[in-house]
C-alpha cells in the first residue's frame, strides 16, 4: 500500500551546508537519511518533498552545526498480506519468479505459480505447465497477490512472498483466456456421480 505521510524529526545542518538554501540543504540531509530505508511503521520511504523548518534552529557553541525541528512530506510504500500488485518477472531461478516490485523483489514459488505442474525449461529459459502449456519467462507483466512479508532493516534482507494461483491473478494472457473460456466447470463429487448413476440405472 502507497501511502503519503507527515513525518516530524530533528536535523543537524553541518556548517558547510550554511552557503545553501536552508530548505534544500535540509531536504539533502532528510534524503541520505530516509530514502531507500525502510521505516517499521511507514514501509519503505520512496521520496520526500515540501520540507518545512519550524523556527530559526538552534546553534550549539562546541558543534559547528545547527539543529533544526522540520515536518514533510514522504512517499512510503508499505506492502500488506493479500495486496495485489502489479509486476514484471526479473528473473527466473528453478525454484519460482522474482517479480520485480517497483523499489524491492518478491518470489513467487514454483508451486505458487499456477494450478499445474510447472518444469523449468533451461534452453528459453521459462516456466512451462504440463498441460495448459501455459508459459513464464523475464518480461512478463503479471498480478500476484502478497501472501508473506518480512520487513527486515534493509531492501536486501526484506522478503516477500507472492502468489499467482488464485483466479483473476498471473501473466495478462492467462487472465484474458480465462475470461474468454468462462469459469472451469465444478468437478462432480463421488457422491453426485453416484447418484446420476443411480438414476440413470432407474431410468
Do not use: C
Not at 523548518?53 to 508499505?78: K, N, Q, R
Not at 523475464?138 to 501472501?147: C, E, R, T
Amino acid at each position: 500500500m502507497y501511502q503519503v505521510v507527515t513525518v516530524h524529526d530533528r536535523v543537524r545542518l553541518p556548517a558547510q551546508n550554511f552557503t545553501m538554501k536552508l530548505a534544500e540543504g535540509l531536504r539533502q540531509i532528510l534524503r541520505e537519511r530516509y530514502e531507500r530505508r525502510i521505516d517499521k511503521e511507514y514501509g519503505i520511504v520512496l521520496g520526500i518533498w515540501d520540507v518545512k523548518p519550524e523556527g530559526d534552529g538552534l546553534v550549539i557553541p562546541s558543534d559547528a552545526a545547527a539543529y533544526y525541528d522540520v515536518t514533510f512530506e514522504a512517499l512510503a510504500y508499505l506492502p500488506t498480506v493479500n495486496e495485489i500488485i502489479e509486476a514484471e518477472v526479473a528473473e527466473l531461478v528453478e525454484f519460482g519468479a522474482f517479480l520485480q516490485m517497483g523499489s524491492l523483489e518478491g518470489l513467487v514459488h514454483l508451486s505458487q505459480i499456477a494450478n499445474d505442474f510447472l518444469t523449468y525449461n533451461k534452453r528459453i529459459p521459462a516456466f512451462v505447465g504440463k498441460e495448459s502449456k501455459k508459459s513464464l519467462k523475464k518480461g512478463d507483466h503479471v498480478l500476484a497477490k502478497i501472501s508473506t512479508v518480512s520487513l527486515k532493516a534493509s531492501l536486501s534482507e526484506t522478503k516477500i512472498g507472492l502468489t499467482m494461483r488464485p483466479e483473476g491473478l498471473g501473466k495478462d494472457e492467462w487472465i484474458s483466456d480465462r475470461e474468454k473460456s468462462g469459469p472451469a466447470p465444478e468437478r462432480e463429487t463421488k457422491a453426485q456421480k453416484k447418484e446420476r448413476k443411480a438414476k440413470e440405472a432407474s431410468g
